[in-house]
């Protein structure tokens, strides 16, 4: 038993929290009516509008507690408590004040973003009250994108508010940061924070577009050059490269996973159509590249008839075109086929003249172009002595006439003499003729042949014997030089290079560029 000490105090109440409260909207608010002085005080919670008390009344003796959890917005009044005791009679009331500004805004922003499409930004504000004191500013960095607020807004309960700013990235954008910044700014309502912030980075994911190969020194390449073939494209992620190359039988053989491509080396037999294929594994788009290349060989007599195909896209979804080449003289095929567009013709001779025709062809249409074909050989000369073509000598000296010429293959060079009746007569099968203690009866027209299999060149020395020699020691050396040249006439479209060893005259001679080309 208890012997409670009796305490004169005056019967005193009051409300915690006191005066204004500032509570957000579904939170937990527990007001408590609590008194001193008063042995069994009597509690009486109710709104002054007489509206529902929208709480639960718990009484502990002493004090009494009006708990409201969750708070919603119907809670926003003055609550009055009132505290009978014996007859003595207080009352003291709060007012409840709602916002609701929980959570920072969320940005939403397509994930497939693609640069140069139209996009649109979305920034939510969740469960925003009042929403009539709400501000949003929307950033790329910091540039002002948009800038809304909501006060027209006569909401009566907390919502979701959301801006839209719709625009069209470019790839500079990758990287950048879209802000979205939200304010609540209510100045005599006491909370924390008035403001929240979102930020997200603009990830545009695009590509690979714009795929193409870049070939150094150019896809024209002579064997031995070091050869740099670079896959360029435009992707966001970047991409994985693969490049390959499709051979003669046109099986396609994988090279290496870089985007850069080196032959240090360039052969004849790296010539082939190369194909670059670029894969975003995020958009999970690819695109192929190709390029032909051509090595110029340094072997002989090779022609590379190279037909280019400028209106067929050679890419995904478009097979290449199959290229046939063909003489229309024989109005049949000459054998020659590719999937590539690089064809070889291979020993070159008179016999391979004519009129070409190059045809392309894939499931869109066809396209053809013409080409001829000139194999010509033509004398160039020059001479080392002013006697040429007629050289005067005199009896019983010794004449000594050289004929020099180099082309590839190397001729074949022999003397033939013009005998009275207009025949010619072969009279010595080497180079040098030697003639020694000349007479009358050596005098006459000197024809120096050579021929190789593209051709056969002739040149002639008329030899005048004068009498007796003083000096018969004395040399005339002649010396007569000439060389094989093969010209080629090209009509547009088709490119068609002769790859040849360059002629080389006797030292003296100038080489002879046997490579002409017309586009
Ligand atoms: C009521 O007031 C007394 C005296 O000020 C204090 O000691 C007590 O903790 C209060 N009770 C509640 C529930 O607030
Ligand atoms: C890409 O393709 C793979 C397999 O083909 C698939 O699993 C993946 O979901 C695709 N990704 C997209 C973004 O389409």
Same mark, same amino acid.
């Given at each position: ?7 004169v ?172 910044v ?46 740099k ?72 007599h ?9 209106n ?27 999937e ?13 003249? !004519?009129?070409y025709e190059?045809? =392309?062809? /894939?499931? &869109? %249409? +066809?396209?053809?172009? *013409? @080409?001829? #074909?000139? $194999? ?34 190397a ?8 005998t ?23 005098? !006459?027209?000197?024809?120096?042949? =050579?021929? /190789?299999? &593209? %051709? +056969?060149?002739?040149? *002639? @020395?008329? #030899?005048? $014997? ?26 547009v ?12 005259i006797?030292g003296s ?11």
């Amino acid at each position: 038993m208890y012997i409670l000490p009796i305490v004169v105090k005056a019967f005193e109440m009051e409300i915690t929290p006191a005066n204004r409260i500032v509570e957000q909207i579904g939170e937990t608010l527990v007001l408590t009516c609590n008194t001193t002085g008063c042995a069994s005080p009597g509690f009486s919670w109710r709104i002054q509008t007489d509206n529902p008390l929208g709480g639960t009344v718990r009484n502990h003796g002493t004090y009494s507690t009006l708990t409201m959890s969750p708070v919603s917005i119907e809670n926003a009044h003055d609550y009055l408590c009132t505290v009978f005791c014996g007859l003595e009679k207080k009352e003291k009331s709060v007012k409840v004040e709602l916002y609701s500004f929980p959570s920072d805004p969320v940005i939403e922003i397509s994930t497939s973003l693609v640069a140069g499409e139209q996009t649109t930004v979305i920034c939510k504000i969740p469960d925003v009250y009042p929403s009539d004191h709400l501000e949003v500013l929307l950033k790329k960095e910091e540039h002002i994108l948009l800038e809304k607020n909501f006060f027209e807004d006569d909401s009566t309960n907390t919502e979701t508010k959301i801006v839209t700013y719709s625009f069209y990235p470019t790839t500079e954008d990758i990287g950048k940061e879209i802000t979205c910044v939200a304010k609540l700014p209510i100045a005599n309502m006491d909370f924390e924070p008035k403001e929240r912030v979102t930020s997200q980075k603009l990830n545009a994911n695009f590509g690979p577009k714009n795929t193409v190969i870049t070939a150094s020194p150019s896809n024209l390449a002579m064997e031995g050059d070091f050869l740099k073939l670079t896959c360029v494209t435009e992707s966001n992620p970047p991409p994985q490269i693969v490049w390959r190359r499709q051979v003669a039988d046109k099986s396609v053989q994988y090279l290496v996973e870089n985007n850069v491509l080196s032959i240090p080396h360039a052969h004849f037999t790296d010539s082939g159509l190369y194909i670059c294929e670029v894969i975003n594994l995020v958009t999970n788009k690819t695109e192929k590249a190709t390029v032909d290349i051509v090595i110029q060989g340094t072997s002989l007599h090779e022609f590379y008839l190279y037909c280019s195909v400028p209106n067929l896209q050679l890419s995904v979804g478009n097979p290449p075109p199959k290229i046939v080449l063909r003489r229309k003289s024989d109005g049949a095929d000459v054998g020659l086929y590719s999937e590539g567009g690089i064809l070889l013709l291979p020993s070159v001779t008179f016999l391979s003249g !004519g009129d070409y025709e190059c045809v =392309a062809e /894939n499931k &869109f %249409g +066809k396209s053809k172009s *013409a @080409v001829a #074909l000139n $194999v010509e050989c033509k004398i160039k000369e020059k001479l080392t002595s002013g006697v040429i073509p007629a050289a005067t000598v005199k009896e019983g000296e010794t004449v000594t006439m050289k004929c020099t010429s180099s082309g590839n293959p190397a001729p074949v060079i022999s003397w033939k003499k013009k005998t009275v009746t207009g025949e010619s007569e072969k009279i010595f099968k080497d180079a040098t003729l030697t003639i020694k203690n000349i007479k009358s009866q050596d005098l !006459g027209l000197y024809e120096c042949e =050579a021929y /190789n299999q &593209f %051709g +056969k060149e002739e040149k *002639a @020395v008329k #030899l005048f $014997v004068q009498g007796r020699v003083e000096k018969p020691d004395q040399m005339m050396p002649v010396i007569i030089a000439f060389s094989c040249v093969t010209a080629i006439a090209i009509p547009v479209v088709v490119i068609l290079i002769y790859v040849s060893r360059k002629a080389k005259i006797n030292g003296s001679y100038s080489l002879v560029k046997a490579l002409r080309l017309k586009v």
